[in-house]
């Protein structure tokens, strides 16, 4: 089947080795384009075309920070990381995630750039290779990780980043900040995905349920064991083992756990035969384990040994601009009754300024509550339950700036009437009266 040369910028010859490069480059799966020093696309590959082009519109010739990024500055200038400037700096490769304009919306893209040098040394070229991130959506998604502000990319870019290796993976994070869903994307993103994932939620169980869970048990090894039963390690055979809320383990089981880790060998409960596993290990905690080792709650050889690549995932505190987002996925999730759900504009400003100590998970609990509130189908500040909203003291707003109506910031502010006159710098009387002319006092 023949193939459609690479478009060649005119305007700007390329070096007999820049030349040779875009010809190979033809063959490549991967997308690809080729740069020049000042950020001109010199050349695009064919697989770049169909996963990134836009119909007719030119893509060689144009700024790469502009055709990807719609931006008129370059990254960094525009707030964000610049693999040609990093490159260059380091006279080397570079790797990032960005959020790219394409085709299909917003995507996370996995962008590696590599100077190209000439005989005298001087960088001639880069070549930049991308790859779009399945794991995780920059649009509202029905499934799986949602996000796009910077402090959930550099989760996703750690993530990525270990998901090939076989490194042990620490996940820290606040309850509900989606540990179980980035342990996912660590599998699914390792040679191990077609293999199974098994969580073990290590939370509430005792030293001999646990012990038997994990392992399992021979028939007639404790009363009630009336069969032989495979265990969860066992089940996780050439897949994933997650163990969710490793600081629960109970001290007796964290040497067993560990030999498991160190040697891949375990027994099940009532057995002297050796069973051998085979697993990559994810696990994930919301407790400062540390403070555990110190204090002699937490094994510290079991620490080193799980904490190999820790990654820390962000509160939702930490990424209100993702709010949004994650709100209207929820609502595609939740979909009572196939009834379509949307959040007024003021509701929306409430909830990104709610502290959420519960995280995502607060966050879907509050709008399932409220949408039983939308009986046509909008989702109002009324709606909403007092979120513990998060202002300076003494900081002083108006009603006109929030863009809501009193009545929307009454029914959200989390405070006394006499706490709501002074954020709004009314004095309480005059409050007390615009309250009462709307029938809320």
Not at 168 to 187: C, Q
Not at 194 to 222: I, M, Q, R, W, Y
Not at 361 to 379: K, Q, T, Y
Request: charged share 25%; aromatic share 6%; proline share 6%.
């Amino acid at each position: 089947m023949p193939t459609t040369p690479i478009p060649i910028l005119p305007a700007l010859p390329t070096r007999p080795a820049v030349q040779t490069l875009i010809s190979f480059l033809e063959h490549e799966a991967h997308p690809m384009i080729v740069l020049d020093p000042d950020y001109n696309i010199l050349a695009a590959n064919i697989a770049y075309q169909r996963q990134f082009g836009h119909g007719d519109q030119a893509i060689v010739g144009h700024k790469c920070y502009r055709v990807s990024h719609h931006y008129d500055l370059p990254c960094d200038q525009a707030g964000e990381h610049c693999p040609m400037k990093r490159a260059q700096e380091l006279r080397g490769p570079d790797r990032i995630l960005h959020i790219h304009h394409t085709p299909r919306g917003p995507e996370h893209v996995a962008v590696e750039l590599r100077p190209i040098f000439d005989a005298a040394g001087a960088i001639t070229a880069y070549v930049e290779r991308l790859e779009v991130v399945r794991s995780a959506s920059a649009k509202p998604s029905g499934e799986g990780l949602v996000g796009r502000s910077a402090p959930f990319n550099q989760a996703l870019a750690a993530m990525r980043r270990v998901a090939p290796s076989m490194l042990p993976v620490l996940l820290l994070g606040e309850s509900g900040t989606g540990k179980e869903l980035f342990a996912r994307a660590v599998h699914e993103n390792s040679e191990r995905e077609a293999g199974p994932f098994v969580v073990v939620d290590c939370s509430g169980l005792t030293e001999t349920l646990f012990e038997s869970e994990l392992f399992g048990h021979e028939k007639g090894a404790f009363t009630g064991a009336i069969a032989r039963k495979a265990g969860l390690v066992e089940t996780a055979q050439g897949g994933t083992l997650f163990l969710d809320e490793i600081g629960d383990v109970p001290l007796a089981m964290q040497v067993k756990l560990l030999r498991l880790i160190e040697s891949g060998t375990y027994r099940r409960v009532g057995s002297v035969e050796t069973q051998y596993a085979n697993f990559r290990l994810v696990a994930a905690t919301h407790k400062p384990l540390e403070a555990m080792v110190d204090k002699g709650e937490f094994r510290q050889d079991l620490y080193y040994r799980i904490n190999a690549f820790p990654i820390v995932l962000p509160p939702l505190r930490e990424r209100s601009d993702d709010i949004p987002l994650l709100v209207n996925s929820i609502l595609q999730r939740i979909n009572y009754a196939k009834r379509k759900l949307s959040v007024a504009d003021s509701a929306m400003a409430v909830l990104q300024r709610g502290v959420w100590h519960g995280n995502v998970r607060e966050l879907r609990n509050v709008l399932e509550r409220a949408s039983l509130f939308a009986d046509d189908g909008v989702i109002r500040a009324e709606h909403l339950p007092a979120l513990g909203q998060a202002r300076p003291v003494g900081k002083r707003i108006s009603v006109q700036e929030t863009g809501t109506t009193l009545a929307e910031l009454h029914a959200s502010f989390h405070g006394t009437r006499k706490e709501l006159a002074a954020t709004l710098g009314l004095s309480e009387r005059t409050l007390y009266r615009k309250l009462r002319e709307l029938g809320l006092d």
